[in-house]
């Protein structure tokens, strides 16, 4: 099934520092969201986009779709020690609702 | 805590035990859904559930078999399972599987299960 796919594998950070994770996708979408997850546990969500947004953002989250080109982008400002986990683009492509997963950015931001 | 819950956190069993999963959601949810995550590949949806009836089986073998008693309860019963079945089990649930205004599909995840099968 069609997947988002998360740029790049893994980012190694210091802390106060950006961080941008990147998703692309292939067809068509209703919303992309992100998800966040620390290791061995469930995925928290952090942020939904809908097909006709542009950005988003949520706290030190700034989230941006641009349909054209299939693409988002995850921008988390100003990083922590804290931030360290692992980030999923999410898409519900086609005439389907429910989300796909990507492979995920696992994000390292040393203190 | 995400008002998901899953039991038990850590399962090791045999090949020929049979044992259960299960996730209880507490946010009056009408979709559930099973995902296994293994290292190094992407989440994979397994079953979903939305009021109590499953919409979607991705191709999962039979030896994983779902059950949804209520739409607060979600069971993923395991017999006979090879060790490549060992993974991480997690367990969502989200308001509905459509997006509207009022609605969205946003999934609220278990913590999950660290199975392992010897």
């Known amino acids: 099934s069609q997947q988002g796919e998360e740029d790049p594998q893994a980012l190694s950070i210091q802390e106060g520092e950006n961080a941008t994770m990147n998703c692309s996708y292939k067809?068509?979408?209703?919303?992309l969201q992100w998800y966040r997850q620390n290791s061995g546990r469930g995925l928290v969500h952090l942020i939904l986009i809908r097909s006709n947004e542009r950005e988003k953002h949520s706290g030190r989250l700034r989230v941006t779709l641009d349909t054209s080109k299939k693409s988002s982008s995850l921008l988390i400002t100003a990083s922590r020690a804290a931030d360290t986990a692992s980030y999923f683009c999410?898409?519900?492509?086609?005439?389907?609702?429910?989300?796909?997963f990507g492979r995920g950015t696992s994000l390292i931001v040393h203190p | 805590e995400t008002g998901v819950t899953q039991t038990p956190r850590h399962l090791v069993m045999g090949m020929t035990n049979k044992k259960s999963l299960k996730c209880e959601q507490h946010l009056g949810h009408n979709a559930m859904y099973w995902y296994k995550q293994s290292a190094k590949k992407p989440l994979e949806l397994m079953f979903v559930y939305s009021l109590e009836e499953r919409v979607e089986n991705n191709s999962v073998p039979s030896r994983f078999s779902p059950e949804c008693p209520n739409s607060s309860h979600l069971f993923l019963h395991l017999h006979t399972l090879q060790p490549e079945d060992s993974a991480l089990y997690l367990c969502a649930s989200s308001q509905d599987l459509t997006d509207s205004l009022s609605s969205y599909n946003e999934q609220f995840f278990g913590p999950g299960t660290r199975l392992t099968v010897l």
């Open positions: 999410a898409t519900a492509e086609g005439g389907s609702y429910i989300p796909t």
């Open positions: 067809t068509s979408i209703n919303n």
